[in-house]
């Protein structure tokens, strides 16, 4: 099979690294490879704030672990189910009793991605950006995992130390390193592809 193609159905989301640092030249290969995406009217709305600091990826990933227990009790039962689901992602359970880290899974490097608030197309340049550096990722033999759950960093009291303006959101982060684990395969729906 063709390369990008292995890449693009190897690719996993990996909740369990390797405590091994990733090279700064791979991280610039990645964030090149991120640069490359397409986006809307060619703003490049990305902006890249690279973390690997692991005491304080393991202090922000317990803050906003609490964060998202306290949130469920302002929300209704159904929200606080949907909520709880996707925190405790059925993947992530396996981990549950090795790791205390349950939003950024004691990775390496973090990198959280932010377009500017007013940029309406910045979410879907992002998710572009963020799928050109995964895949660039699984190419250079690292693994990958996007983390929504770090849009809930802003609420943590050490959140200034990031340096993000308030301009800017963070819509994602990806979590890069090597991969201590090898995923099963979500299975894809197929049924939806309507043919005009
Ligand atoms: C926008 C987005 C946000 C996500 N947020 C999280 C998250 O906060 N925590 C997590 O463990 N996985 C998160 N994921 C990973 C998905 O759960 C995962 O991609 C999905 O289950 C499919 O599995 P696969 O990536 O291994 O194919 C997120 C994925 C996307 C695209």
């Not at 991605?113 to 995964?134: F, H, Y």
Request: proline content about 4%; hydrophobic content about 45%; overall charge negative.
């Amino acid at each position: 099979m063709n390369e990008i193609l292995k890449n693009i159905y190897n690719r996993r989301a990996v909740r369990k690294y390797k405590h091994m640092t990733v090279p700064n030249e791979l991280i610039e290969i990645l964030l090149d490879a991120g640069r490359m995406a397409p986006s809307a009217m060619n703003r490049q709305p990305w902006k890249f704030y690279i973390l690997s600091d692991a005491t304080k990826i393991k202090r922000y990933s317990k803050e906003i672990a609490e964060i998202v227990v306290k949130e469920l009790k302002h929300v209704s039962m159904k929200e606080a189910v949907k909520l709880t689901l996707s925190f405790f992602h059925l993947s992530t359970m396996v981990n549950f009793l090795t790791s205390d880290d349950h939003v950024f899974y004691e990775a390496p490097v973090v990198i959280f991605i932010t377009s500017p608030k007013a940029d309406e197309w910045g979410a879907l340049d992002v998710g572009m950006c963020a799928q050109n550096i995964m895949l660039a990722a699984k190419a250079l033999g690292l693994d990958t995992c996007p983390v929504g759950f770090a849009r809930f960093i802003t609420q943590t009291k050490d959140f200034y130390a990031l340096n993000i303006p308030a301009e800017e959101e963070i819509q994602l982060a990806i979590l890069v390193g090597y991969g201590d684990e090898e995923p099963k395969l979500h299975e894809r729906l197929e049924d939806n592809a309507i043919y005009l």
